[in-house]
């Protein structure tokens, strides 16, 4: 990608939302699944709704959005909060709820778009997706790899000028997020990898997107712009992990030391009858 697209990332990222959940939409047409309920975490100004009411016509659709999503990704970040909408369910922060406002088993599917490299720890939003989902649910996400934004963090201290550069707390490894899937007794996780690469002519929009991305402190590389202009790359590299996995034998008790215990409740007779026929 070049740099028609710099302008719109300054636009709370929609066109970066927007694009990755057509591809996500592109995912999900070779998978049968019907849902009756899905949950959106969280859903860019209404896009991802729209396009998986189209999908699913007839789901009930949920969803998390973020507070002031409308707004400049600036004042996003520094509220860093979302809310469920769904007949009067409250508020909450997603930063530092123990869970969702959401009952148990209520969802055939949850479909996250990059969301989960703001989290400190991303498996929480993997263990609350199977807590959500039904058994036969699907939980299908993407977001930013540990890559993103890997020309910034090349930079040497002379260079960066105190632009304040971060790591993404929640851009982990796809082995990684991997483990956590089966870790959560997600069943037949798939994960797929792409790099976008970003070009730019201006100083000025590559902070802002950076900023806007998580990748750099806006005090400090807003002022160290304001001041003198520091050396930047002419590119950023983006790293798109994608994935989904399954919820299957959910009513089964978890495994411990390698044994499956199982609630004798949950065992049921079967009656084998034989039928001669003459």
Same mark, same amino acid.
């Given at each position: 990608?070049?740099?028609?697209?710099?302008?719109?990332?300054?636009?709370?990222?929609?066109?970066?939302?927007?694009?990755?959940?057509?591809?996500?939409?592109?995912?999900?047409?070779?998978?049968?699944?019907?849902?009756?309920?899905?949950?959106?975490?969280?859903?860019?100004?209404?896009?991802?709704?729209?396009?998986?009411?189209?999908?699913?016509?007839?789901?009930?659709?949920?969803?998390?959005?973020?507070?002031?999503?409308?707004?400049?990704?600036?004042?996003?970040?520094?509220?860093?909060?979302?809310?469920?909408?769904?007949?009067?369910?409250?508020?909450?922060?997603?930063?530092?709820?123990?869970?969702?406002?959401?009952?148990?088993?209520?969802?055939?599917?949850?479909?996250?778009?990059?969301?989960?490299?703001?989290?400190?720890?991303?498996?929480?939003?993997?263990?609350?997706?199977?807590?959500?989902?039904?058994?036969?649910?699907?939980?299908?996400?993407?977001?930013?790899?540990?890559?993103?934004?890997?020309?910034?963090?090349? /930079?040497?201290?002379?260079?960066?000028?105190? /632009?304040?550069?971060?790591?993404?707390?929640?851009?982990?490894?796809?082995?990684?997020?991997?483990?956590?899937?089966?870790?959560?007794?997600?069943?037949?996780?798939?994960?797929?990898?792409?790099?976008?690469?970003?070009?730019?002519?201006?100083?000025?929009?590559?902070?802002?997107?950076?900023?806007? /991305?998580?990748?750099?402190?806006?005090?400090?590389?807003?002022?160290?712009?304001?001041?003198?202009?520091?050396? /930047?790359?002419?590119?950023?590299?983006?790293?798109?992990?994608?994935?989904?996995?399954?919820?299957?034998?959910?009513?089964?008790?978890?495994?411990?030391?390698?044994?499956?215990?199982?609630?004798?409740?949950?065992?049921?007779?079967?009656?084998?009858?034989?039928?001669?026929?003459?």
């Amino acid at each position: 990608m070049g740099a028609e697209y710099t302008d719109h990332m300054t636009r709370s990222l929609r066109w970066l939302k927007d694009d990755i959940a057509l591809r996500m939409m592109q995912k999900l047409e070779v998978l049968k699944h019907q849902p009756r309920s899905l949950l959106i975490l969280p859903d860019a100004i209404g896009i991802q709704g729209r396009l998986l009411a189209k999908r699913f016509p007839r789901a009930a659709s949920h969803c998390v959005i973020e507070s002031g999503a409308a707004l400049d990704r600036l004042a996003l970040k520094a509220t860093r909060t979302a809310q469920f909408i769904k007949n009067g369910i409250p508020s909450f922060s997603y930063l530092s709820t123990p869970s969702l406002a959401v009952p148990d088993q209520s969802q055939d599917m949850v479909f996250s778009n990059l969301w989960m490299q703001d989290l400190q720890n991303p498996s929480w939003s993997v263990e609350e997706a199977w807590r959500v989902l039904r058994e036969g649910g699907l939980f299908t996400f993407s977001y930013l790899g540990p890559d993103t934004g890997k020309e910034l963090r090349a /930079l040497d201290l002379s260079q960066s000028r105190g /632009l304040g550069v971060k790591n993404l707390p929640g851009a982990w490894d796809m082995h990684d997020l991997g483990d956590a899937l089966v870790k959560a007794r997600f069943a037949d996780p798939v994960m797929d990898m792409e790099y976008l690469t970003l070009e730019y002519e201006s100083d000025a929009l590559y902070i802002q997107d950076a900023i806007a /991305l998580g990748l750099l402190s806006a005090d400090k590389s807003l002022h160290a712009l304001g001041s003198e202009p520091p050396f /930047l790359p002419k590119k950023m590299t983006l790293e798109l992990v994608y994935g989904h996995a399954w919820v299957v034998n959910k009513h089964l008790s978890k495994a411990k030391d390698a044994l499956a215990f199982i609630n004798p409740e949950q065992i049921k007779r079967k009656i084998t009858r034989d039928y001669k026929q003459e």
